[in-house]
């Protein structure tokens, strides 16, 4: 059975720092390139941050510099490490994994950046 477990989202202050990880299995993850969305209410999801099962990275130039992908294939753990958060980072983010016609989904973890 495949699953994306998301976890390490909750409530922070503007310019705090969140580790957010997605544990995946049922799955060959390391040839899989994985990736974290977000969907802020009433937005469409956008991309935050990808890695190739290469390693090559890309990010949203709202996060470049900021958040930070990287992935433990050991663990078939992929991580989102964010800092310098700013309420507009609201939103419920996605962990992804997609290879070829494989593209699967986490439930979602919310973060909330408010004072």
């Known amino acids: 059975q495949v699953q994306l477990v998301e976890s390490g989202g909750g409530l922070v202050q503007p310019g705090g720092s969140l580790r957010l990880s997605c544990a995946a299995s049922g799955f060959s993850f390391s040839i899989y390139a994985v990736g974290w969305y977000r969907q802020a209410p009433g937005e469409q999801r956008e991309l935050v941050a990808t890695?190739?099962?290469?390693?090559?990275?890309k990010y949203a130039d709202s996060v470049k510099g900021r958040f930070t992908i990287s992935r433990d294939n050991a663990k078939n753990t992929v991580y989102l490490q964010m800092s310098s958060l700013k309420p507009e980072d609201s939103a419920v983010y996605y962990c992804?994994?997609?290879?070829?016609?494989?593209?699967?989904w986490g439930q979602g973890t919310q973060v909330t950046v408010s004072s």
């Open positions: 890695m190739s099962h290469f390693g090559d990275t």
């Open positions: 992804n994994a997609n290879f070829f016609n494989s593209d699967y």
